[in-house]
């Protein structure tokens, strides 16, 4: 007799559908522990689980860097276009990804601009994010670090029309 003092045929249905769900799930887990080594595979490495990750190669030129570094900053919900991002680097360093300027006030204090978006060092450091190479001069590093600072300062790197 159950807990409850009645019969099965006189407790409440819900009672009785959740004692069934225990039981078939009990006997479903059993069913499957048995079921497994007979329909295992017969080998050692059919049974070795493997993960896939799908990777994404982007190509190695400005189109690609681009891409990737979009990538990451909507991984960290930084904004920014495509166009946005592509017309501030042809304006800043017409896509040579290892430009750098020497000759402005920046590079008069000892800190000349550099990369895809001409950024200064100590503005690298501070806005640099996870998950990129620590080098102004990489391509994506220098993008995403370029579009973060442009995000905190004017909301999107979209909204930048001049130096910066």
């Not at 048995?34 to 896939?52: D, E, K, Q, Y």
């Not at 860097?65 to 276009?81: K, N, V, Y």
């Not at 920046?106 to 978006?117: D, E, Q, V």
């Not at 620590?134 to 999107?156: E, H, K, L, M």
Request: with cysteine; hydrophobic share 40%; net charge positive.
């Amino acid at each position: 007799m159950p807990a409850n003092g009645l019969p099965a045929k006189s407790q409440p249905a819900k009672g009785r559908r959740a004692r069934l769900a225990r039981t078939l799930a009990v006997a479903g887990t059993g069913a499957a522990v048995l079921a497994m080594p007979l329909i295992g595979a017969t080998t050692a490495s059919a049974a070795t689980p493997t993960a896939t990750t799908a990777v994404t190669a982007y190509p190695n030129n400005l189109d690609g860097w681009i891409r990737e570094a979009m990538s990451i900053m909507a991984q960290h919900g930084i904004p920014g276009s495509y166009d946005g991002i592509y017309r501030n680097i042809m304006r800043e360093s017409s896509g040579n990804p290892l430009a750098i300027n020497n000759w402005d006030s920046n590079a008069a204090k000892g800190t000349p601009s550099k990369g895809l978006l001409q950024v200064i060092d100590p503005t690298f450091a501070a806005y640099h994010v996870p998950g990129t190479v620590y080098d102004p001069y990489d391509p994506v590093a220098n993008i995403v670090a370029a579009c973060n600072y442009a995000a905190d300062r004017y909301g999107s790197i979209d909204n930048v029309f001049g130096a910066y």
